[in-house]
């Protein structure tokens, strides 16, 4: 049950295809990639003296040594503890700390920045600089063949982004990860060996899992040199390599079909864009339709059961014919096939078709818990049922439409107010490029409506015009009390709005009456 088992099989099955590259440039073939992951894991296992289940952390950006070092790691039957690259060192600290890691790698400037923090670690028995002479050490151990690991065993913590609060470990086992395999072939894309998987997000988050499939059927993968987005660059690699698969944050596939409109970029060499981690607005997912093909498909999922709670698949969103199209592409799809979802009321009670509640999950995709927190997974795990926190509600056919997260939600003179109906409606202005709708402690209402808004370059974009707007399309107590013209919103890594941010924004200003 090792995943490390897909690369031990395409290292046999498919020795001479190329497996990685760099930007253009070829690194190696299955056999080499095998052959180094099993060279890691003998330095892992022998000259570092890591027994399974200890833990590894990779605090790295967006290189090539990242599938290795996955590989590596989990041929040693170890843990793979990936950092964001855009957390401060001392919040990696916190993460090496919290898991436990015995060995660290790290890029050189996040590896320079750590060095001094690892003085106060005393688990930690290595820290490795990844790029540097000092790294050739690892391709120095004897291979190791990969090590037996039982289904239920750990492969990845999974540190959530701690909006509230401290980031949680969230333990992934090889079974989790296998039946994310699998429903990846059954509700997402149908990967081939001439496909290959660009990594244009970060590698330590969705984008990471979506190597998978492509070791599996021996396909290609490729990381880009840039280590932000540069929707330039993705264009030209796609048209480089073609058949890319691509996982992309919703505000990366913004970005992409913008360029692609600008430049008349030939987006033919995508095969699948695969988006999901935050919400995909109505008219963004249609501009890029429009530009890009039929090239898309949504998953929604959460690190609790990762990219696998529903999808809405390349069909549905072609299916310009039916009825209720533009309600699909505006949800996230049906449950996928390996788990079961439900939405329900606070006491526990199913909700019928059109009522919002929260989105629990149960199915081999659910993490085995919080690491080292049993509180916070009693909370999330409740009867075997994962409590998404997502608010939404199904439709007929069972698509699903997502609201917000319970805590995103404002709750102004007792009425429940999604963020994300308001924010639809004022994407449709043509002058606004970016909206975030959040709730402001209020006196007497409890909280009120306020919008960030980031204008199109060179676009004016008055209060009275997004008012009259709202006034069109939604009910008068839903409209933003306030509009606050900005340059631009806050977002995390992972491309997401940090609306924690804004919050705090609005709390640093005197209350409203
Ligand atoms: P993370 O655990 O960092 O991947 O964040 C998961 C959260 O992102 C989910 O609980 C949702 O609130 C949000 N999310 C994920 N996928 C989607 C999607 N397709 N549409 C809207 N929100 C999403």
């Given at each position: 049950m090792n995943l490390a088992q897909l690369l031990v099989r395409a290292a046999r099955l498919f020795p001479d295809r190329p497996a990685l590259f760099h930007g253009e440039d070829l690194i190696c073939d299955y056999r080499q990639l095998g052959e180094r992951a099993a060279r890691i894991a003998g330095y892992l296992a022998r000259d570092c003296g890591l027994e399974p289940g200890e833990r590894v952390a990779l605090f790295m950006g967006n290189v090539p040594e990242y599938l290795e070092l996955f590989y590596g790691i989990w041929y040693a039957g170890l843990v793979a503890v990936p950092i964001n690259a855009k957390l401060h060192p001392r919040e990696a600290q916190y993460i090496i700390e919290d898991a436990g890691a015995a060995v660290v790698f790290a890029?050189?400037?996040?590896?320079?920045?750590?060095?001094?923090?690892?003085?106060?670690?005393?688990a930690v028995r290595q820290l490795l600089c990844v790029g540097n002479a000092d790294y050739e050490q690892v391709y120095g151990g004897r291979p190791l063949a990969a090590r037996d690991r039982l289904a239920d065993d750990l492969a990845w913590l999974f540190y959530t982004s701690g909006t509230t609060g401290r980031p949680k470990g969230v333990m992934l086992t090889h079974r989790n990860l296998r039946t994310m395999l699998a429903c990846h072939f059954t509700d997402v894309a149908d990967s081939a060996p001439e496909d290959c998987a660009l990594y244009a997000a970060p590698i330590s988050h969705g984008a990471g899992m979506g190597n998978f499939p492509h070791m599996l059927v021996g396909g290609r993968h490729v990381v880009a040199r840039s280590s932000n987005f540069d929707p330039a660059e993705i264009v030209r690699l796609a048209a480089v390599h073609r058949n890319v698969f691509m996982f992309a944050a919703p505000t990366m596939v913004k970005r992409l079909a913008e360029h692609v409109e600008a430049s008349g970029a030939d987006p033919s060499g995508f095969k699948t864009v695969l988006y999901g981690g935050g919400p995909m607005y109505l008219e963004d997912i249609r501009h890029a339709l429009r530009v890009m093909g039929n090239r898309f498909v949504q998953i929604y999922g959460q690190g609790e059961t990762p990219m696998t709670i529903t999808a809405l698949s390349r069909r549905q969103l072609a299916d310009h014919r039916h009825p209720r199209y533009l309600e699909r592409i505006a949800s996230v799809g049906v449950a996928q096939s390996m788990v079961e979802v439900r939405v329900t009321a606070e006491d526990g009670r199913d909700l019928p078709e059109g009522e919002v509640g929260e989105i629990l999950v149960r199915g081999d995709t659910v993490m085995q818990g919080y690491w080292n927190n049993p509180e916070a997974?009693?909370?999330?795990?409740?009867n075997g049922w994962l409590y998404t926190g997502d608010m939404g509600c199904f439709d007929a056919d069972g698509f699903l439409t997502l609201k917000d997260r319970s805590k995103d939600m404002i709750i102004s003179g007792g009425s429940n107010i999604y963020p994300r109906e308001i924010e639809e409606v004022l994407l449709l202005h043509p002058g606004v490029h970016e909206v975030s709708v959040v709730g402001r402690k209020h006196v007497d209402w409890g909280e009120e409506v306020v919008a960030f808004v980031v204008a199109r370059p060179g676009a004016s974009v008055s209060a009275a015009e997004l008012d009259a707007l709202c006034l069109d399309h939604i009910a008068?107590?839903?409209?933003?009390?306030?509009?606050?013209?900005?340059e631009a919103l806050p977002k995390s890594n992972y491309g997401k709005v940090l609306k924690t941010r804004l919050r705090e924004m609005l709390d640093q200003e005197a209350p409203a009456t």
């Open positions: 890029t050189p400037d996040l590896a320079c920045a750590l060095q001094p923090l690892t003085a106060q670690m005393p997974t009693d909370k999330a795990i409740r008068r107590f839903k409209r933003p009390k306030h509009y606050r013209v900005i």
